[in-house]
């Protein structure tokens, strides 16, 4: 029964690092790419053109690493399921 429990435990604990990075995977380039973008309108007065450009750089950057964590989750878990 312990074990039974200590696996649970684990698998959650899985589950809560890969929502977390998912998140950070999201957050931070949204949160970089819109600070840039705004630095840069601002510098040249170009409201609010870079700040755009930024949101798009900091989405395609999030699909990308949520892609690329999703493909390594699910090689390891055919990987698993092979055996």
Request: proline share 2%; net charge positive; hydrophobic share 50%.
């Given at each position: 029964m312990?074990t039974?429990n200590?696996?649970?435990?684990?698998e959650?604990i899985?589950?809560?690092s890969?929502?977390l990075?998912?998140?950070?995977?999201?957050?931070?380039?949204?949160?970089?790419c819109?600070?840039?973008?705004?630095y840069i309108?601002?510098?040249?007065?170009?409201?609010?053109?870079f700040?755009l450009i930024?949101m798009?750089?900091?989405a395609?950057v999030s699909v990308?690493?949520?892609?690329?964590?999703?493909r390594?989750?699910?090689?390891d878990?055919s990987k698993?399921s092979k055996?």
């Amino acid at each position: 029964m312990s074990t039974e429990n200590d696996q649970e435990k684990t698998e959650v604990i899985s589950l809560v690092s890969f929502a977390l990075e998912l998140g950070y995977s999201i957050a931070l380039p949204l949160v970089i790419c819109t600070l840039v973008g705004k630095y840069i309108d601002n510098q040249l007065g170009t409201l609010p053109l870079f700040l755009l450009i930024g949101m798009v750089c900091a989405a395609v950057v999030s699909v990308f690493f949520v892609y690329r964590k999703v493909r390594y989750i699910l090689k390891d878990v055919s990987k698993k399921s092979k055996l």
